[in-house]
C-alpha cells in the first residue's frame, strides 16, 4: 500500500500523476479549519502532505499521527511551527531555488512602477486624462544610479542586487545576518547596519522571511529614519514591516512611496488605507506568480515529499537534523 498522502492545493496533471504514481492522494481545497475537521478520518491516516498556505502547528499535528512529511510549495514557511514539526520527527520540505530570479524580477518591477508611476499614469491614460504631453504632475523619478537598500541578502537578494549593479549601474547596500562575500565581490555590495540602510537607502527592498525577530522589524522609529524622497519595497513577507505605521509614513510624506507584493492580511482588504494612496503599488503576492516558476515549485514539491517519504532527502530541508536520527 503507497503511503496516504493530502494534497491541499491543486498541481498541473503531470505533476499530480507523478504523485499518484507514488501515494495514494486525496485532494482537498486548502488547510481550512472546515476541512480538517470534514476529512479528520484521512488526516488521521496522512503520512504526507503537499501544498501552500493553511497552519501547521501542534494542534494540526495532533490530528495527523502518522505524519511524517510535509512539503510546501513555497520557499517561506512561516505558516508552519517547526519546532512542533522537529519535535514530533515530521520533515519540512521548501522550495527555495527555483524561484528566485522570478521573485527578483518582481521586486524590481516594483521599484520600476513606483519610481515612474507606471500603475497611476497609465489609469490616466486609460481615464482619458493624456490630452497634451506630460508636465511636472506626471513625472517620477530615477531609478538607474540610485542607492539600493537590501534588507535580507539570501538568494533572492543577490539576484536582486545582480540587476540592480549590473542593469541599473546602482551602488548598493545590505543589511542582513551576516555578511555576503559574493555580493560583496560580484556586485560590490556594501555590508551595513539596519540604521545606516534606512537613512542612506533610495530604495528599501525587503526580502526577509517572517520571524519572531523579524516581525515588524520596519515600524514608525525606522520609517521616520529614512529618506523623504525614498520608496520602500515589500516582497518578503507583510508582516515584516507594521503597516499601520507604514500607512501613516506614507499618508503625511515621511517616505515617498512604497511598491508591495506583500501584507499582513492576504488577500488585502479592499478597506485598506493603502489603496487610497496614489503613492502605493499594490500587488496580490505575486513574486513567482509566473506559470513557468508555478510548474517548477509544484515540481520541486513534489519531488521533496517522494524524497522525504522515501528516505532520500538530498536537498531542499528546513529541518535536515532530523535525517539524522
Ligand atoms: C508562494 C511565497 O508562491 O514561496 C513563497 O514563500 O511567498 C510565494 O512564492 C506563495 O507562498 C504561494 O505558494
Not at 521548501?94 to 520600476?112: G, I
Not at 482588504?269 to 503613492?279: A, D, E, G, I, Q
Request: proline content about 5%; overall charge negative.
Amino acid at each position: 500500500m503507497n503511503p496516504a498522502v493530502v494534497l491541499y492545493k491543486s498541481i498541473p496533471d503531470d505533476l499530480r500523476q507523478r504523485l499518484d504514481e507514488h501515494f495514494t492522494v486525496t485532494e482537498i481545497n486548502g488547510l481550512t479549519p472546515e476541512n480538517l475537521t470534514r476529512y479528520a478520518d484521512v488526516f488521521r491516516q496522512a503520512e504526507g502532505l503537499l501544498g501552500s498556505g493553511g497552519k501547521v502547528d501542534a494542534e494540526f499535528l495532533a490530528q495527523a499521527p502518522k505524519l511524517r512529511a510535509a512539503s510546501t510549495i513555497s520557499v517561506g514557511y512561516d505558516t508552519f511551527d517547526v519546532d512542533a514539526m522537529n519535535q514530533r520527527g515530521v520533515l519540512l520540505m521548501h522550495t527555495p531555488t527555483v524561484l528566485t530570479e522570478t521573485v527578483a524580477d518582481t521586486l524590481m518591477a516594483l521599484v520600476l512602477a513606483s519610481a515612474r508611476r507606471v500603475v497611476e499614469v497609465a489609469e490616466r491614460v486609460k481615464a482619458g486624462e493624456w490630452k497634451s504631453g506630460v508636465g511636472p504632475d506626471w513625472f517620477g523619478i530615477d531609478v538607474h544610479h540610485k542607492k539600493m537598500g537590501i534588507l535580507g541578502m539570501g538568494r533572492i537578494g543577490l539576484a536582486l542586487a545582480q540587476r540592480a549593479h549590473f542593469g541599473f549601474g546602482m551602488p548598493i547596500l545590505y543589511n542582513a545576518r551576516k555578511h555576503h562575500p559574493q555580493a560583496e565581490e560580484r556586485f560590490n555590495a556594501q555590508y551595513c547596519d539596519l540604521d545606516t540602510l534606512l537613512k542612506e537607502s533610495d530604495f528599501l527592498c525587503i526580502i526577509l522571511p517572517l520571524t519572531e525577530q523579524t516581525h515588524h522589524l520596519i515600524g514608525r522609529e525606522q520609517l521616520a529614519k529614512m529618506k523623504q524622497s525614498a520608496i520602500l519595497i515589500n516582497a518578503g513577507r507583510g508582516a515584516v514591516v507594521d503597516e499601520q505605521a507604514l500607512i501613516r509614513a506614507l499618508q503625511d510624506g515621511t517616505i515617498h512611496a512604497a511598491g508591495l507584493d506583500v501584507f499582513e492580511q492576504e488577500p488585502l482588504p479592499v478597506s485598506s488605507p493603502l489603496l487610497k494612496l496614489p503613492n502605493v503599488v499594490a500587488v496580490p503576492h505575486i513574486g513567482s506568480a509566473t506559470h513557468e516558476t508555478r510548474y517548477g515549485m509544484a515540481k520541486d514539491a513534489v519531488d521533496n515529499l517522494i524524497a522525504a517519504l522515501s528516505g532520500k532527502v538530498e536537498k531542499n530541508c528546513v529541518n535536515p537534523q532530523l535525517l539524522d536520527r
